[in-house]
């Protein structure tokens, strides 16, 4: 299964109601809670908002392909900036699927040097 596959899967489910909306999952190793929370529209996956922390990882945004192309991946992230910067998070990072470098990129995510091929940055 693919990153789009697994977003697709977890959109619907939610959506159906057979996950929770929002759902949160606890990562012991790096002591990050990531959010998952779909409407019709979308779907976004990030870590939790901790005021002081260093940045939000995004781990996923997914629009359905019926609306795409109109925006809204962009309020999202324009969303997301929004709810960082009330809580003095200052940075997003991230790790883009070939396909959506250039989207992130067209927002001004930086591709981080020394880190992996698609692994970028957003410092406001």
């Known amino acids: 299964m693919n990153i789009q596959e697994e977003m697709k899967m977890i959109h619907e489910?939610?959506?159906?109601?057979?996950?929770?909306?929002p759902k949160t999952f606890f990562f012991?190793?790096?002591?990050t809670t990531i959010i998952i929370k779909s409407t019709k529209e979308y779907l976004i996956s990030y870590s939790?908002?901790?005021n002081e922390k260093d940045y939000c990882y995004l781990r996923m945004v997914y629009v359905?392909?019926?609306?795409?192309?109109?925006g809204l991946g962009t309020?999202?992230?324009?969303?997301?900036i929004d709810e960082c910067k009330k809580h003095n998070v200052r940075s997003i990072e991230l790790e883009s699927e070939v396909e959506?470098?250039?989207f992130f990129k067209n927002l001004n995510f930086q591709k981080m040097e020394n880190e992996e091929e698609c692994r970028m940055k957003?410092?406001?």
């Open 100 to 102: 959506s470098f250039e």
């Open 48 to 50: 939790d908002l901790v």
């Open 75 to 80: 309020s999202i992230i324009n969303w997301l």
């Open 64 to 70: 359905p392909i019926e609306n795409r192309r109109k």
């Open 122 to 124: 957003l410092i406001f």
């Open 13 to 21: 489910l939610q959506l159906s109601g057979e996950w929770a909306n």
């Open 28 to 31: 012991t190793q790096d002591n």
